[in-house]
Nanobody, 113 residues
Framework: VQLVESGGGLVEPGGSLRLSCAAS????????MYWFRQTADKGLEWVSG????????YYVDAVKGRFSVSRNNAETRLYLQMNNLKPEDTGLYFC???????WGQGTQVTVSS
C-alpha cells in the first residue's frame, strides 16, 4: 500500500486548498478512504471519509460545509477540497486506507495571515 499526499501550503484565512492523494498497491475502488489531520492542540483527528462508490461521505463537525471529499477510482486518487479555511485547520493532513493498513506521509496545511 502506498499513499502520497500533495497540495498543501500556506494560505490566508478564508482561502482554499485542494489536497490530493495518489494511491497504489491495492484495489483502490474496493475500500473506504479517509482523511486525517495532526494538529498541535487536538493531536490526530479524523476529518472525512468516503465510500468506494462516492455515494456516502462523512465529515467531522468542524469542517462540515467547508470541506468536500471526492475520489476518482479510475485514476486511484482521493481529494479533499478545503474552502473558507481557518487558522484552526492548520496541521499535517494524511490520507489513509484503514482496511488495508496504509497511511501517507502527510502534506502540511498552514492557515495564517
Amino acid at each position: 500500500v502506498q499513499l502520497v499526499e500533495s497540495g498543501g501550503g500556506l494560505v490566508e484565512p478564508g482561502g482554499s486548498l485542494r489536497l490530493s492523494c495518489a494511491a497504489s498497491g491495492f484495489a483502490f475502488g474496493d475500500y473506504w478512504m479517509y482523511w486525517f489531520r495532526q494538529t498541535a492542540d487536538k493531536g490526530l483527528e479524523w476529518v472525512s471519509g468516503v465510500n468506494p462508490r462516492s455515494s456516502v461521505q462523512y465529515y467531522v463537525d468542524a469542517v462540515k460545509g467547508r470541506f468536500s471529499v471526492s475520489r476518482n477510482n479510475a485514476e486511484t486518487r482521493l481529494y479533499l477540497q478545503m474552502n473558507n479555511l481557518k487558522p484552526e485547520d492548520t496541521g499535517l493532513y494524511f490520507c489513509a486506507n484503514l482496511g488495508a493498513g496504509g497511511w501517507g506521509q502527510g502534506t502540511q496545511v498552514t492557515v495564517s495571515s
